[in-house]
């Protein structure tokens, strides 16, 4: 069984700053991995997700993400961020086989505080 | 682009009726889900469906069922409405395999009065 851990369910961080969305997953096999994101009265958009190769991932919007193994880790990152970025932010994981049915963490509601 | 429609955004409904909500996508996509989001808890899995009239149950399928007759179209049924299935619900679809993203319509916001 695969499950998706996202801690603090609201982010506050001011504009400019670093945004740092913490995703640890735990799962049997090998997995996909996605951060999607949602605005309000919207459904939810891929961001950017990892599946082989390169575990440093770029997504829209200048996010980025790392896969680490060895900490079970697929953490998001944006260097600077923007009043554009208020939104809600979901991790998810699938397992390599199978018909990509995903499990989501609780998401993360970013502030961005002017 | 991959275009995914729910027909409704708000829907208002009273308790014990039967509720549809439909969802269609344009990308002849094997797979589709139906999810309900509620705040604090994220997206939990109701149903989702791998092809034309199969279906398996998710997380949280008591009190819904679904119906898919056509590939690119995917009902949720709420067979007798009641006042904690108020929430968001989300479709999506996708192509296997798994690395293949999820794309979501816009949401039904449901209440059950």
């Known amino acids: 069984a695969q499950s998706v851990t996202q801690l603090g369910s609201h982010v506050s961080v001011s504009e400019g700053a670093l945004v740092l969305l913490r995703c640890n997953y735990s799962?049997?096999?090998?997995?996909?991995l996605f951060w999607y994101v949602q605005y309000p009265n919207q459904g939810l958009q891929l961001l950017l997700k990892?599946?082989?190769?390169?575990?440093l991932v770029k997504g829209i919007n200048g996010f980025e993400a790392e896969f680490k193994k060895s900490e079970t880790s697929f953490h998001l990152t944006k260097p600077s961020a923007h009043m554009s970025d208020a939104a809600e932010y979901f991790c998810?994981?699938?397992?390599?086989?199978?018909?990509?049915?995903?499990?989501f963490g609780k998401g993360n509601q970013v502030v961005v505080i002017p | 682009d991959v275009k995914v429609t729910q027909s409704s955004r708000y829907l208002v409904k009273r308790t014990g009726e039967k509720v549809f909500l439909e969802c269609v996508q344009d990308?002849?996509?094997?797979?589709m889900f139906w999810y309900r989001q509620d705040p604090g808890l994220g997206l939990r899995l109701i149903y989702f469906?791998?092809?034309?009239?199969?279906?398996e149950k998710g997380d949280i399928p008591e009190g819904y069922s679904v119906s898919r007759e056509k590939k690119e179209r995917f009902s949720l049924i709420l067979e007798s409405a009641s006042t904690n299935q108020t929430s968001m619900y989300l479709c999506?679809?996708?192509?296997?395999?798994?690395?293949?993203?999820?794309?979501f319509g816009d949401g039904t916001r449901l209440s059950i009065l």
């Open positions: 990892y599946t082989t190769g390169a575990t």
């Open positions: 990308m002849d996509h094997e797979n």
């Open positions: 999506a679809s996708s192509q296997p395999p798994g690395d293949q993203p999820q794309h």
């Open positions: 799962s049997s096999v090998p997995p996909y």
């Open positions: 998810a994981v699938s397992p390599y086989y199978g018909n990509n049915r995903l499990a």
């Open positions: 469906s791998y092809d034309v009239k199969m279906k």
